[in-house]
Each structure stands twice: as structure tokens, then as C-alpha cells.
């Protein structure tokens, strides 16, 4: 089975951000559980990586340490990762608990969530309901403060140093 990488175009928006509003690309790749390994698609000007695995889905949390971590560690090697619970709206909803159920499964808890992050090194984990909106733009805010402070953390390691050494 061939891979056909699912990338949308950069999506280009801005986010309020201490006092001024930088702008963002965002790139979807969509990553799909069907293959092992996704390949690398654009990670050379990556400032932030969101990896969002949807809290009604254990599969999908349990991919992220052996399949998403590596990935993102190997290609975007000291990057912020933000972890991203997403459809936090279907912890309640019937249908999906009930499915859960069947599989003798149940919703990632939030403590669940959190305890992966700091096993994966994540900056943070955050949960949003793109449904109902609830918390989008506190996530794409905090990925905009994680950037811009490794960004100034990267260029602070790189400043040349004053004064002379002598090996």
C-alpha cells in the first residue's frame, strides 16, 4: 500500500500574543493511523509542533509515544510539542460512550492526558472542542507564546560571547 501524504495548503492566521500579533502557518498533515510511519513532509521551518490525539480514541493516544514522538523528536529535534486533547465534547455524548464500552474502553482522562505529555516532553497538554470552539484559541495562542519563547531561548545559545579564550 502506497502512502499518499494528506497536507493541506499553509493555512495563514494571526493570534493576539503579549502585545503584538505574530502570524502563523499552520499545516495540517493529518497524520493517519493505517500506516507505521508517516513520512517527513515539511519540518524544516517547523517552530511548533501540535499533535492532537482525540480523547474518545485510546489507539490514537496510544500512537503517539511510539509513532509521533520519535517522529517529531528525530525531524523537529528541540521544538516545542504541545499535546492537544481534541474532541473533548464526545467524552459526554452517549453514542460514543457507549461504543467505548462494547470495547471495553472508555475516554483518556485528563490525568491520563498530562501524565503522557510529560512522558513525550510536551511543553504542555491542552484540550479542545473544535465543535463547540471551546479552547481553540487558547491553544493556537499558547503554541504562538512556546515558539516565541524558544525562539528567543535558541538565539540567546547562539549570541556570540564577549572576551577572549584561550585553549
Known amino acids: 500500500q502506497v502512502y499518499v501524504p494528506t497536507v493541506s495548503p499553509p493555512y495563514t492566521a494571526s493570534f493576539q500574543v503579549g502585545d503584538k500579533p505574530p502570524p502563523i502557518h499552520l499545516w495540517d498533515t493529518a497524520g493517519q493511523e493505517d500506516y507505521d510511519r508517516p513520512p517527513p513532509l515539511s519540518y524544516s521551518a517547523t517552530q511548533v509542533v501540535l499533535t492532537p490525539p482525540d480523547v474518545t480514541s485510546p489507539n490514537s493516544y496510544d500512537n503517539v509515544p511510539p509513532k509521533w514522538y520519535p517522529e517529531v523528536n ?67 495562542a499558547e503554541a504562538c507564546r512556546a515558539a516565541l519563547s524558544a525562539g528567543r531561548q535558541s538565539q540567546r545559545r547562539r549570541r556570540p560571547r564577549r572576551g577572549c579564550v584561550i585553549c
Open 74 to 140: 528525530h525531524f523537529c529535534k528541540g521544538v516545542p510539542v504541545l499535546l492537544v486533547g481534541c474532541k473533548t465534547d464526545l467524552r459526554r455524548d452517549r453514542g460514543v460512550l457507549r461504543k467505548l464500552q462494547e470495547g471495553r474502553l472508555e475516554p483518556i482522562s485528563y490525568k491520563q492526558a498530562k501524565a503522557m505529555a510529560r512522558q513525550v516532553h510536551a511543553v504542555s497538554y491542552l484540550e479542545c472542542s473544535a465543535r463547540y470552539r471551546e479552547n481553540v484559541g487558547d491553544i493556537f
